[in-house]
């Protein structure tokens, strides 16, 4: 009979997997997948080799704070980023008001920031602006779907480090993690 692990979703519900391997089972149960992002295509072949885990293979995990309105793309593009990347995602908002409240509380900690343009109230260029005028620490990166030559320029005149397109550039967005965390390694 094969070996069978008993884990837990984020429920706390159990689940089983067959062959002892682990298997995270998110709250909606929703694939990773190239309809969700189409760009992941090609990622995992590239990546898994590398396989990260962290410091053990060298880098230290990238403290990430998500500001995605999507509660479908917040949760694949967590999943996507601590799979395939050294990443810990340390918070989620979902409007302006909640970035700017969680990533000015002196008492939370992240190095990169990836926000999203359009929110349910606000927007991802006002959480930009207020953290430009703040002159926050960490990086700012902002993944959209609206990623235009202006949106682009506009996005890094106020301080984000890059401007990831979800329909097309997931894979960057996860080299770039990969890049900074071997930086800050």
Not at 22 to 32: H, N, T, Y
């Amino acid at each position: 009979m094969p070996e069978t692990l008993r884990t837990s979703d984020l429920r706390g519900q159990a689940v089983r997997r067959p062959g002892g391997a682990a298997k995270r089972v998110s709250q909606a149960d929703i694939p990773l997948d190239r309809k969700t992002f189409p760009s992941l295509q090609n990622v995992e072949q590239r990546i898994a080799p590398a396989r990260f885990g962290g410091s053990a293979c060298g880098m230290s995990n990238l403290l990430a704070f998500v500001v995605e309105d999507s509660p479908v793309i917040q949760e694949n593009l967590i999943a996507a980023l601590e799979e395939m990347a050294p990443v810990k995602v340390v918070g989620t908002a979902v409007d302006q008001a909640g970035a700017l409240s969680w990533l000015g509380d002196g008492a939370n900690q992240c190095d990169i920031a990836i926000i999203d343009i359009f929110l349910r109230q606000g927007s991802g260029m006002g959480v930009l602006r207020a953290l430009h005028a703040a002159g926050a620490p960490f990086e700012r990166v902002v993944l959209t779907n609206y990623a235009t030559a202006d949106i682009r320029r506009q996005c890094l005149a106020l301080g984000a480090s890059a401007v990831f397109d979800k329909s097309g550039e997931i894979d960057a967005l996860v080299d770039h993690c990969v890049a900074r965390a071997s930086r800050t390694a």
